[in-house]
């Protein structure tokens, strides 16, 4: 089995939660996973004051995790789609909930709208905002012992190499500085190929 998170490895969350920034903020610069400096600041940018509006905003739009865009390529999406009945993936994701649908049911939708049917979606907790970094991703692959885990998180990545696992670390801006044993940094294409998702 592999974990794939969603978030910054098939979704475009920090595009996504900038424009709903810019909606009370207009001078919030737009700012995608690929530009994402920090995952504290965003370099700067992301204040108490953005970052609680961001997240009770969030919480109030309806399936907002639905709704975010697609950060992989259409080649990606087809190249899981056709692998995840034969590669059990597990996609991973610590989203908070919002107004509509529930999480669970967001994400598969969103997934299943780019060709991947009936995918396996387990929602991990994490705090109220979802971005602290602790989560219990890692707790919930020692009980799957997923041989493969894909992130971009850094402290995700941290826990899931010191609980053991083989990670590849997506290599955004980010996370230059996440550095442990098990933590392969790169692209997602070569996350796939470490991962052994055939291509097409
Ligand atoms: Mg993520």
């Given at each position: 089995m592999i974990f794939m998170d969603l978030d910054g490895v098939l979704a475009e969350f920090c595009e996504a939660f900038s424009r709903v920034i810019q909606t009370f903020d207009p001078t919030m610069p737009l700012i995608t996973t690929a530009t994402?400096?920090?995952?504290?600041t965003w370099g700067g940018e992301m204040t108490d004051e953005r970052l609680n509006y961001g997240w009770e905003t969030v919480k109030v739009t309806k399936n907002f995790w639905e709704r975010a865009p697609s950060l992989a390529s259409p080649e990606v999406f087809a190249r899981i789609a056709a692998a995840h009945k034969e590669i059990p993936i597990l996609f991973v994701t610590s989203r908070i909930p919002t107004a509509g649908n529930s999480v669970q049911r967001q994400s598969i939708n969103w997934l299943e709208a780019r060709g991947i049917l009936d995918p396996l979606v387990i929602v991990a907790g994490g705090d109220a905002r979802g971005r602290?970094?602790?989560?219990d991703k890692a707790s919930i692959a020692k009980i799957w012992s997923p041989y493969f885990t894909i992130e971009d998180g850094p402290q995700n990545a941290l826990d899931y190499a010191a609980a053991g696992f083989e990670v590849a670390l997506l290599d955004w801006p980010y996370t230059k500085d996440t550095k442990a044993p098990g933590i392969h940094r790169c692209n997602l294409t070569e996350a796939l190929e470490m991962a052994g998702v055939p291509l097409l």
């Open positions: 994402q400096p920090d995952w504290g602290s970094g602790k989560t």
